[in-house]
């Protein structure tokens, strides 16, 4: 199964950069990474996606190296409303059928102070 | 688009009870998962419904049950309800296999206290 490893919490100030890195070094060919936001008493949203190398949208980054085995959440110049718990995501495919299944890590608590 | 929908926000019961959980996805999203998300467990995996049919049960007992009607609406069930079970349920939806690897869209779930 493709598991993934987060920090447990992170602190931040506003204003500044936060990088969230995962592991995931049982990764498939055919999965990708996907992060997740979520705030507390509400479901999880989707922030970004990716499978190699950089992707950026309008709220964060995701760093992906060669190799696939980890990638890098980044949040640019967070707010206090960034205050909030991050999940880092792959697929699985090991599942009758080959159909995915995402599974959900611990996540990592992500605090901003003033 | 009106996003997922999941009925009651809130849901009181007792031990021994049984309890059921309603989920309308996105307009157009054929597949509908469940989650139950606990304090000290995180988000679990309770099951995966597509096209009426289930493809995909994550480690629960049978107590707890799933079904998705032909217009993708999907409700679950807890049968003889345990302290335990407290929990906050929350329903995703996404378009179905064949997507690449599935974006999630999560309703924002129903809170579940068994007294």
């Known amino acids: 199964l493709a598991k993934t490893t987060q920090p447990i919490s992170m602190d931040s100030y506003e204003g500044q950069e936060v990088n969230i890195t995962c592991s995931h070094n049982n990764i498939a060919t055919n999965d990708y990474i996907t992060w997740y936001q979520q705030f507390p008493s509400q479901g999880p949203r989707f922030i970004i996606q990716g499978y190699k190398t950089k992707v950026t949208n309008e709220v964060a980054s995701l760093f992906i190296p060669a190799d696939r085995k980890s990638s890098t959440l980044s949040l640019p110049r967070v707010s206090l409303s960034d205050t909030a718990v991050y999940y880092c995501?792959?697929?699985?495919?090991?599942?009758?059928?080959?159909?995915?299944?995402?599974?959900f890590g611990a996540g990592t608590r992500l605090a901003v102070h003033p | 688009k009106a996003g997922v929908t999941q009925t009651p926000r809130y849901l009181i019961k007792t031990r021994g009870q049984q309890v059921t959980l309603s989920c309308s996805p996105i307009s157009g999203h054929r597949s509908v998962s469940w989650y139950q998300q606990t304090p000290g467990q995180g988000l679990q995996f309770l099951f995966e419904?597509?096209?009426?049919?289930?493809?995909n049960k994550g480690n629960f007992p049978g107590r707890f049950s799933g079904r998705q009607f032909s217009n993708s609406r999907s409700e679950m069930n807890v049968s003889t309800l345990e302290l335990g079970d407290s929990a906050l349920y929350l329903c995703a939806s996404s378009l179905g296999p064949g997507q690449g690897n599935e974006k999630l869209f999560f309703g924002s779930g129903t809170q579940l206290s068994v007294l």
């Open positions: 995501l792959v697929g699985d495919p090991l599942f009758s059928g080959g159909y995915n299944k995402l599974i």
């Open positions: 419904y597509f096209s009426e049919t289930q493809r």
